[in-house]
């Protein structure tokens, strides 16, 4: 997996609750990245950094927050605004967000909702 | 509308057998196409990546290929093994002017029997 951490494994919610997703990465990466998978439909991207202390939103945002203060950790919290969470969630990191680098994934979040 | 779109949707194969997955894109402009593997429950791996001047990418017994012409690729596996049991997706960037944007396939499922 590239040296990109994601936990937990697994992530159960409750109702109205605000749930966090941890990505650390050791690879000195610039950017990082969070898409959502869901079955039979391509990853779409949520939320995306270029670099520490900035972050700009993807196509599916709405819902979700993150922070980049570290350059090694993107955090996204999954709020109870978004009314669907149920997905498999990936961080991702590439050396800068240029098109001919290599996006490299962490092994997933998969999240639940009770 | 900037679309990539994958066939077959699944497929199942024999061991030692070769196999060829497609994908089609609308995306433009084009900057380069990856095809990734992703195991079941894991974040996917980069296997190829192609820029619009090149036709053919190896990666062992992996070999993509590319017509930016009539915007086409291919992804032929030689050999099937078991351990090629995956998803493979199909990844285009549209350029820089677009924010290097990546638009993911939904991908192949691809099961190899013994």
């Known amino acids: 997996d590239g040296g990109i951490t994601q936990s937990p494994k697994y992530l159960f919610r409750k109702e109205g609750q605000n749930v966090t997703l941890s990505c650390e990465q050791n690879?000195?990466?610039?950017?990082m990245y969070w898409y959502r998978q869901d079955p039979g439909q391509g990853l779409r991207l949520i939320y995306y950094?270029?670099?520490?202390?900035?972050?700009q939103k993807g196509d599916i945002a709405e819902g979700y927050s993150v922070s980049r203060e570290k350059k090694e950790s993107f955090p996204l919290t999954v709020t109870s605004a978004q009314k669907n969470p149920t997905a498999f969630y990936l961080c991702?990191?590439?050396?800068?967000?240029?098109?001919?680098?290599?996006?490299?994934f962490g092994p997933g979040t998969r999240l639940l909702v009770l | 509308k900037n679309q990539v779109e994958q066939s077959p949707q699944s497929l199942i194969i024999l061991e030692g057998k070769n196999c060829t997955l497609q994908?089609?894109?609308?995306?433009?402009?084009?900057?380069?196409l990856r095809w990734y593997k992703q195991d079941t429950g894991r974040g996917p791996v980069s296997l190829t990546i192609?820029?619009?001047?090149?036709n053919t990418k190896s990666n062992g017994r992996y070999t993509a290929t590319l017509d930016a012409d009539t915007k086409q690729s291919s992804l032929h596996i030689t050999a099937s093994q078991l351990s090629d049991s995956a998803s493979y997706i199909c990844?285009?960037?549209?350029?820089?002017?677009?924010?290097?944007?990546?638009?993911f396939g939904a991908g192949t499922i691809l099961r190899v029997k013994s």
């Open positions: 991702a990191s590439s050396r800068t967000s240029g098109s001919l680098e290599t996006q490299y």
């Open positions: 950094s270029q670099i520490v202390n900035d972050f």
């Open positions: 994908c089609n894109y609308t995306v433009s402009p084009f900057s380069n």
């Open positions: 990844v285009v960037s549209a350029g820089r002017e677009y924010g290097n944007k990546l638009v």
């Open positions: 690879l000195n990466h610039d950017a």
């Open positions: 192609m820029t619009f001047s090149e």
